[in-house]
């Protein structure tokens, strides 16, 4: 429970600091480039948004653990009886900021593109997403010419074969 | 009861802060701790307030509900003074003390965020947090600095009510905390803790210079204690008997010839 409340409170405060806004701004923009023209069909332009949101969410979360000022910090600890609380609630607005910016980096394609994205696909890209090091695997549209429909469009994930 | 045991802190590569702090803290009065700079009263501080961990030692019987304000309550935060009280008295389980601040004479905006508050104002803030909750312990660092003189009074006047049910410890370098009633004078030294006696409250005083013909019969008639020197005679009184001493002075045929600080 306190560890709840120190969440929102931290919540409250990073929400009103101006860092957090540059991991989320420059998602954003990377989103905005991949998906600006025709990416091809899912999942694999996942692969390459995926690539970039690993290290901003690692900074977005670094950034909303450190967004409290140091003595402030004394204070928090010392009101909940301990590092433990803050410590997870700290883990909590992490986990909230960066789940976040996952769902975007997942939504976003899917509203984008004009192609069919079954929620199997969806599931299956959430599923990746959370194991980090096992790519999203091609599933051979581009070496077939497929989805892209041959306009050029670059194959974003590494040939596995 | 707050009991400190065997407490030592060493800071990475540097010289023993504490070495051995022993001490049972209990209600009743407040505890307050003196010491020269550097001479690890926040470090004792932040350790009692379990916001820091000692090197070896420990601290039983700490309250569930602790109040900290740190030596310098930090002026720059983004949310709103009633926000961020509302905030810690929630992560404490307590409600907030509605009408703390403005009994501390508060004057900054209550919506706004806290980084456009005076140094006064913030520190008012730091204290509401920390007495306004109901905690069992309360651990002030350096409370007095930068409270106007109003200000001062009504935290004495709160640490004497809350006294009675709340462990209260405090550091001041400001003199105020030898007039808090009942309370218990300790001084830290080498790392260790001992008995300190109570400082005399610094009292300010005016001197006056008297013209009289008789200085040694005005003196005498005035009752209080001076000094005749060339005819003129050298008296020393609280500001607010000045008046009343003067008035009586003039009456008796003397001019007067200075008044200022003693």
Redesign the interface.
């Known amino acids: ?2 560890a709840v ?2 969440a ?2 931290l919540l ?2 990073a929400v ?2 101006q860092r957090v806004v540059l991991p989320v701004v420059l998602q954003v923009a990377v989103l905005a480039v991949l998906f600006g023209g025709d990416p091809g069909r899912l999942p694999e332009p996942w692969g390459a948004s995926v690539l970039t949101l690993y290290p901003i969410a690692a900074w977005l979360a670094l950034t909303v653990a450190h967004t409290e ?1 140091p ?12 590092v433990g ?1 803050v410590a997870a609630g700290t883990l909590l607005v992490a986990l909230a900021s960066d789940l976040g910016l996952a769902v975007l980096s997942v939504v976003w394609p899917v509203i984008v593109t004009p192609y069919p994205a079954p929620p199997s696909i969806v599931l299956t890209a959430c599923w990746r997403i959370s194991r980090p090091g096992r790519p999203v695997r091609r599933s051979g549209c581009c070496a077939r010419g497929r989805g892209s429909g041959g306009r050029g469009v670059p194959c974003w994930s590494a040939p596995s074969s | 009861m707050v009991r400190v045991e065997g407490v030592h802190k060493r800071y990475r590569n540097g010289p023993p802060v504490l070495a051995g702090v022993d001490l049972a803290l209990a209600p009743g009065g407040p505890t307050v701790l003196a010491g020269g700079n550097g001479s690890g009263k926040s470090t004792l501080l932040r350790i009692v307030a379990g916001c820091a961990l000692p090197s070896a030692g420990r601290v039983t019987g700490r309250p569930a509900v602790v109040g900290y304000l740190p030596d310098r309550f930090p002026a720059q935060l983004r949310l709103p003074a009633d926000a961020y009280l509302r905030h810690l008295a929630r992560i404490r389980g307590t409600r907030p003390d509605p009408g703390l601040l403005a009994r501390f004479g508060f004057t900054g905006p209550r919506r706004e965020p806290m980084a456009g508050l005076s140094k006064g104002n913030a520190q008012k803030v730091g204290l509401a947090q920390a007495l306004g909750a109901g905690a069992g312990l309360v651990v002030l660092d350096e409370p007095w600095a930068g409270l106007d003189a109003a200000a001062a009074d009504t935290l004495a006047d709160v640490l004497g009510e809350a006294s009675a049910g709340t462990t209260v410890l405090v550091t001041d370098h400001t003199g105020r905390a030898a007039r808090l009633a009942g309370a218990r004078h300790l001084r830290l030294r080498d790392g260790r803790v001992e008995d300190a006696p109570a400082p005399t409250p610094v009292v300010p005083a005016v001197a006056i210079v008297l013209r009289c013909q008789d200085p040694e019969q005005v003196r005498h008639r005035l009752g209080v204690p001076g000094r005749v020197e060339d005819g003129r005679l050298h008296l020393r009184a609280v500001p607010s008997d000045s008046d009343p001493l003067l008035f009586t002075a003039l009456r008796l045929g003397c001019s007067v010839e200075s008044v200022g600080p003693a």
Do not use: K, N, S
């Not at chain 1, 003595?71 to 301990?82: C, E, L, N, P, S």
């Open positions: 429970m306190t409340a120190v929102r409170y409250a405060d009103r600091a000022d003595v402030q910090r004394d204070v928090t600890v010392a009101a909940a009886g301990g609380p």
